[in-house]
T-cell receptor, first 113, second 111 residues
Framework: NAGVTQTPKFRVLKTGQSMTLLCAQDMNHEYMYWYRQDPGMGLRLIHYSVGEGTTAKGEVPDGYNVSRLKKQNFLLGLESAAPSQTSVYFC????????????FGPGTRLTVT | QQPVQSPQAVILREGEDAVINCSSSKALYSVHWYRQKHGEAPVFLMILLKGGEQKGHDKISASFNEKKQQSSLYLTASQLSYSGTYFCGTGGYTGGFKTIFGAGTRLFVKA
């Protein structure tokens, strides 16, 4: 039982490049989330999903897109990376809707130069 | 709207107690508490779902005052392993099931 996994762990991009971050969970959770964490800012919700095939915007969605084609996977895409997107990205999943523990992945450290 | 945590940072000696507060400008139905160690993912501590509810986890407990839209995390007889950043996450009655996290409180316990 791996829990929540994220790939890659580290990535360096040049401004304008694109990339996709993959999140996978093996707990059969309906709800999945993408957060970014910047120093002094806590965790800010980018996008989330309430089930396979559904996605919704969080607090800071601009510049990101997501897809949830399979229940166990939640992809975060950056179409044209900007230095302001340098951050640590965490994926999380939960069984209950807003009232249950969120399980976090180990994070992806992204640097955009 | 992001909940406000206080203090921003605290330094303790092993065995001392600490209180971390979390307040929101919106009505709350849930408060989550997480701890994150440096370079690691946040780890769930507890969730409070009812006004006045208190929960405990070893020597860490929390209370939830729904009327004041506040929660407090109590760490008693702190241990070195308590060091890390503590986040509260709040769920409001609007916005569905989203949990909005505070900026965090950095706690350092020294021997």
């Amino acid at each position: 039982n791996a829990g929540v996994t994220q790939t890659p762990k580290f990535r360096v991009l040049k401004t304008g490049q694109s990339m996709t971050l993959l999140c996978a969970q093996d707990m059969n959770h309906e709800y999945m989330y993408w957060y970014r964490q910047d120093p002094g800012m806590g965790l800010r919700l980018i996008h989330y999903s309430v089930g396979e095939g559904t996605t919704a915007k969080g607090e800071v969605p601009d510049g990101y897109n997501v897809s949830r084609l399979k229940k166990q996977n939640f992809l975060l895409g950056l179409e044209s990376a900007a230095p302001s997107q340098t951050s640590v990205y965490f994926c999380a999943s939960s069984y209950f809707r807003g009232r249950g523990e969120q399980y976090f992945g180990p994070g992806t450290r992204l640097t955009v130069t | 709207q992001q909940p406000v945590q206080s203090p921003q940072a605290v330094i303790l000696r092993e065995g001392e107690d600490a209180v971390i507060n979390c307040s929101s400008s919106k009505a709350l139905y849930s408060v989550h508490w997480y701890r994150q160690k440096h370079g690691e993912a946040p780890v769930f501590l507890m969730i409070l779902l009812k006004g006045g509810e208190q929960k405990g986890h070893d020597k860490i407990s929390a209370s939830f005052n729904e009327k004041k839209q506040q929660s407090s995390l109590y760490l008693t007889a702190s241990q070195l392993s308590y060091s890390g950043t503590y986040f509260c996450g709040t769920g409001g009655y609007t916005g569905g099931f989203k949990t909005i996290f505070g900026a965090g409180t950095r706690l350092f316990v020294k021997a």
